[in-house]
């Protein structure tokens, strides 16, 4: 019986010390939480929340991509740059500041998987410059051979 009543103080022993761990983790985490809502309150008070929508997505600079598909979109930005290759972040920043409307709820990884859908049908080329991938759109006679090529194999 002794040995049993030892083992169980034993045993409240060691949840007693992990309920005080655990109380000495909590306290830690909410010093750590109030820090954070001191920031943010600073921030709010400086202004910092609105300077420059810091905290909100741009307002588009035109309606250009308002009634577009994305893939149209994303074809006439890679015709503005005339030729140039471009970055798929240039072309979600270009999509966005020229008003394209989408529902997503993560729009970035839209634009990629497109980027990558027309890449793949051959609509697209792609290149890696500075460990950069970068989009241009082929040239008619690039798709055509490109098509020959996915056809013999």
């Known amino acids: 019986m002794k040995d049993q009543i030892g083992?169980?103080?034993?045993?409240?022993?060691?949840?007693q010390d992990e309920?005080?761990?655990l109380e000495e983790k909590l306290s830690e985490t909410k010093r750590?939480?109030?820090i954070v809502i001191?920031?943010?309150g600073l921030l709010k008070d400086g202004g910092t929340f609105n300077q420059n929508k810091l905290f909100n997505m741009p307002e588009p600079l035109t309606n250009k991509y308002k009634d577009m598909s994305m893939k149209q979109a994303i074809k006439d930005v890679l015709q503005s740059y005339g030729g140039k290759k471009v970055s798929a972040e240039t072309i979600l920043s270009d999509i966005q500041k020229n008003g394209f409307v989408s529902?997503?709820?993560n729009l970035k990884r839209d634009v990629y998987t497109r980027l990558f859908r027309l890449h793949k049908s051959g609509v697209l080329g792609s290149r890696k410059e500075g460990g950069l991938k970068k989009y241009?759109?082929?040239e008619a006679n690039d798709i055509e051979q490109s098509k020959s090529m996915q056809d013999e194999t």
């Open 136 to 138: 241009f759109i082929k």
């Open 19 to 21: 309920i005080q761990g």
């Open 7 to 15: 083992d169980l103080s034993v045993l409240e022993k060691k949840f």
């Open 103 to 105: 529902k997503s709820k």
């Open 32 to 34: 750590k939480l109030s």
């Open 38 to 40: 001191e920031a943010i």
